[in-house]
């Protein structure tokens, strides 16, 4: 079956630029998880929603840095003038919700800001 | 402030023997804990979980073991197989499932 996409897989900016990222969950997964994870660091979480509740932007560095998720589907994260320090891999997840944790992740979107 | 700590970046291991991959955390709330591998150019992939109310957790050749009163957890894995090599990756998680603390990583070398 069909795991979680992410696109673009890599994406090459200058800095002051916008960028957006999609994210594609399992179909059925009512979770979705934003992560990032810059080099030779640990995933670093970002923003968690959970199917009609407000979601958990709790992670999010900067006001730069915004996602929306329409309904339990697609999600966008957009990373507004974006600087040298937000190049990273962006990890998008998702999970059935509820009492089931495990998370299934995507391949990730590489972002280098120049 | 790390609320996880994988204090081991690399650990190298003979084919057949036991890897041991460690992980601490700070919080004594956190109520369910989670491992994951991770190969190169892919995102990770769930391997095994426990909760709060176990000690021991194993599936196949992988075990995980909790030591609540050390705010410990380790990653058994028996025997070792080249195809083990990757990143390790302990993640933690408290409350309802709104935010989990991932680990830096151990990657694990298993030597044919």
């Known amino acids: 079956g069909a795991g979680v996409s992410q696109s673009p897989s890599n994406k090459v900016t200058e800095k002051g630029k916008d960028v957006e990222l999609r994210c594609d969950p399992i179909?059925?997964?009512?979770?979705l998880y934003w992560y990032r994870q810059r080099l030779g660091q640990g995933l670093e979480f970002l923003i968690y929603f959970q199917g009609n509740s407000a979601p958990d932007k709790s992670g999010l560095p900067s006001d730069r840095f915004s996602a929306e998720r329409t309904g339990e589907s697609v999600s966008t994260l957009t990373i507004q003038r974006t600087q040298q320090e937000d190049s990273a891999v962006y990890l998008c997840?998702?999970?059935?919700?509820?009492?089931?944790?495990?998370?299934?992740f995507g391949p990730g979107t590489r972002l280098t800001v120049l | 402030d790390q609320q996880v700590k994988q204090n081991s970046p690399s650990l190298s291991v003979q084919e057949g023997r036991i890897s041991i991959l460690n992980c601490d955390y700070t919080n004594s709330m956190f109520d369910y804990f989670l491992w994951y591998k991770k190969y190169p150019a892919e995102g990770p992939t769930f391997l095994i979980s426990?909760?709060?109310?176990?000690d021991k957790n194993e599936d196949g050749r992988f075990t995980v073991f909790l030591n609540k009163s050390a705010k410990h957890l380790s990653l058994h894995i028996v025997p070792s197989q080249p195809g083990d090599s990757a990143v390790y990756f302990c993640a933690v998680m408290k409350g309802r499932g709104n935010q989990f603390y991932f680990g830096t990583g151990t990657s694990l070398t298993v030597i044919p």
């Open positions: 997840a998702s999970s059935l919700g509820g009492s089931r944790y495990e998370q299934f």
């Open positions: 179909s059925g997964h009512t979770a």
């Open positions: 426990i909760s709060s109310i176990k």
